[in-house]
């Protein structure tokens, strides 16, 4: 009887520490669940929206290393590798959106002055001689090429980039709409990136993605402000807080058109502009977004 009686004691010592072992996993899983958001939320990164003139240059610095998203016109690109090299002597990637010389004119300086570890390309080509000398370059180099397909992810610390577009099949009439586009996610905050896409790749984006896969905090407007490019589609679909306009003041071309400001304006999107405030950064920190102007 007395060891029975023991037995019975130590089997309900046994499940009572089990349980009290349960209950401790539960806690220290709310825990953790309830503060997931706060940890993923801790990343931080700088964009540089730099003032290449007539053109686009975006600098990213993550907390795991930096990208350059287009080189600008080739007359800015002692400025733009003077600028990059405050920040950093190495990329981890470089992403020349077009070979638009605009986009790439300033590509040459970058690939010589700054290690680069790995280039994403489209499958466009041109044949002039700003693209011409950033391809000897490459086949001469060590970064590493690779086809900028949708899908294509890399993460920097705790910054994801994630290419939208352009699909390798896909054909448009204008350079332009093959532009890559490029979703940049850290602490929950979201940008976007379109090169000088226009309406035509707008709408193939918004056929291929859901509204929740291609809303963002932040938006480089396509195409220097062309009314081309950042239809009310787009808009209402992104829904941005802020948009970005690299363009160069009093330029040929009109932009940006004001047919995209009132767009902008109509969705209550807040508008930096590098004609008016020279370069912009945005640092995310903690899910928050902090802007400085140079002007």
């Known amino acids: 009887m007395a060891q029975s009686a023991r037995r019975s004691s130590g089997f309900a010592r046994f499940w009572r520490i089990f349980i009290f072992v349960v209950i401790l996993g539960?806690?220290?899983?709310?825990?953790?669940?309830?503060?997931?958001?706060?940890?993923?939320?801790?990343?931080?990164?700088?964009?540089?929206?730099?003032?290449?003139?007539?053109?686009?240059?975006?600098?990213?610095?993550?907390?795991?290393g930096s990208v350059l998203i287009d080189c600008g016109p080739e007359d800015t690109e002692n400025k733009l590798l003077e600028y990059v090299k405050r920040y950093t002597e190495s990329h981890d990637c470089l992403i020349p959106t077009h070979p638009h010389e605009d986009h790439i004119g300033g590509a040459d300086r970058i690939l010589e002055g700054i290690q680069t570890e790995r280039v994403l390309l489209t499958d466009a080509v041109s044949t002039t001689p700003t693209y011409t000398r950033v391809l000897d370059l490459l086949e001469n180099g060590t970064a590493?090429?690779?086809?900028?397909?949708?899908?294509?992810?890399?993460?920097?610390?705790?910054?994801?980039?994630?290419?939208?577009?352009?699909e390798p099949d896909q054909t448009f009439e204008d350079m332009n709409d093959g532009s890559i586009v490029l979703l940049v996610e850290v602490a929950g905050v979201k940008a976007l990136f379109t090169g000088d896409a226009g309406a035509a790749a707008e709408e193939a984006l918004l056929a291929r993605y859901t509204a929740d896969e291609l809303s963002a905090d932040i938006l480089k407007i396509g195409h220097h402000g062309s009314s081309s490019s950042t239809t009310s589609a787009l808009l209402q679909t992104v829904r941005p807080k802020y948009a970005v306009i690299s363009v160069a003041s009093d330029n040929e071309f009109g932009h940006p058109h004001g047919e995209t400001l009132n767009r902008l304006a109509a969705n209550g999107v807040s508008v930096y502009r590098t004609d008016v405030s020279g370069t912009v950064t945005a640092t995310i920190k903690g899910g928050k977004i902090e802007w400085k102007t140079e002007k």
């Not at 997931?36 to 990164?45: F, H, N, V, Y």
């Not at 690779?146 to 992810?153: D, L």
Request: aromatic fraction near 10%; include cysteine.
């Open 26 to 64: 539960c806690m220290a899983w709310s825990i953790w669940d309830a503060n997931r958001d706060k940890l993923a939320s801790k990343g931080e990164c700088t964009i540089h929206f730099i003032d290449v003139g007539q053109g686009d240059a975006a600098l990213i610095v993550t907390d795991g």
């Open 144 to 166: 590493e090429v690779t086809e900028a397909v949708p899908g294509y992810t890399f993460t920097l610390g705790s910054t994801t980039f994630t290419v939208l577009s352009p």
